[in-house]
């Protein structure tokens, strides 16, 4: 993929954000996300010799689209200024619809690559019954928080969002209560562009997502 030629387009587009200019540059646009599409087929394929349960995952369900729903934003511009993907089994993207951990990444208009693993702000029934997880396989939950390879590429699970008090009818004196007031189960990291060919991307997202495995194996058991 021609990531210089990816972030011109969008720096471009986040100062242009207006239907005119996106249809004047469309043909630029079907090009990166053609260019997109198969980075992401490759991911997919790259991941699948980890992870098996990625294979069934087809690329074009994976990428978001650029547009961005405004019914309820107070930010009306039309268009996204990130390439984003999140690739799962199940194929769903929404947090909404509970489709388990997933192994997203973007590339933005600064230049930034941003990548995350688990799931981001799961439905409440989810949400619910990974909390249990928590409880029910406290062991394997402490083994997940101390794999070397997974704090070393993210650093500990995000707390984003974080509840203050326990969640209804979960005990304050559980021994993991701080982790069971998380309202995402994820890690993130992010590193610049700069410097970086295609190749290299998909070797840092691939080395990324291989070290969170054990969260995203321990987040499907629950």
Known sequence: MHLIDLQAFLSELSENNNRAWFVMNKPRYDILRAEFLQMVTELIQGIQKFDPAIAGCEPKKALFRINRDVRFAKDKSPYKTTFS?????SGRKKPSEGGGPAYYFQ??????????VGEYMPPSDRLRAIRQHIIDDAAGFEKVLKDKKLKQAFGALQEEGKLSRPPKGFDAELKHIEYIKLKNFMVWTECPLKGMDSDEVKRTLLQGFQSALPLVQWLRAA
Not at 107 to 116: H, I, Q, V
């Open 85 to 89: 993907s999140s690739i799962l089994p």
């Open 107 to 116: 590339m933005d208009a600064t230049g930034r690559l941003f990548f995350a």
